[in-house]
């Protein structure tokens, strides 16, 4: 995301007066919202599938899931699915012994930390996270069953 405030939505900005057709784009670019929940690729782990599911309803209930942003959800559900496996990877400690017998960090908390920054960003790139559904202007949302309320 881009640092400051978010723009403000075209009917705001009708309403104040400070529209600039200069500043209007003639062909804006819009995506069909799907209204219901793809299905997962086959080759995603049952907790990959498990995520993937929960982000396309939350998604489907901002109304902004489409087919142009399924990729992002796929790959968000991958780095769920490793960040999940490297959890359990490291119960038992985040540190291993090498073999000259000095400890070292678990490859698996370096695996857990790169998946839990990317699925941060994703979460809040697509405003999954209470802060980020806050900030970003959705319009009004579809009555269902309040995944982000």
């Known amino acids: 995301m881009t640092a400051g405030r978010p723009p403000k939505p075209r009917h705001v900005k009708e309403a104040q007066g400070t529209l600039e057709k200069s500043r209007e784009v003639d062909n804006p670019i819009t995506f069909q919202a799907l209204s219901e929940v793809p299905e997962p690729p086959d080759w995603i782990s049952d907790d990959g599938r498990e995520y993937f599911i929960y982000c396309c309803k939350a998604l489907i209930e901002t109304g902004s899931l489409s087919a142009a942003i399924m ?73 269902g069953s309040g995944l982000l309320k």
Do not use: C
């Not at 999940?84 to 012994?97: L, M, S």
């Not at 017998?101 to 405003?127: M, Q, V, W």
């Open 71 to 143: 990729n992002k959800v796929v790959r968000a559900a991958k780095w769920h699915s490793m960040f999940v496996q490297a959890a359990r990877n490291t119960e038992d400690g985040y540190t291993q012994k090498t073999q000259s017998g000095y400890k070292s960090i678990s490859p698996d908390l370096t695996a857990l930390e790169r998946a839990e920054k990317y699925l941060t960003e994703f979460e809040r790139e697509y405003g999954l996270t209470l802060a980020s559904s806050q900030k970003l202007s959705m319009g009004d949302k579809p009555k």
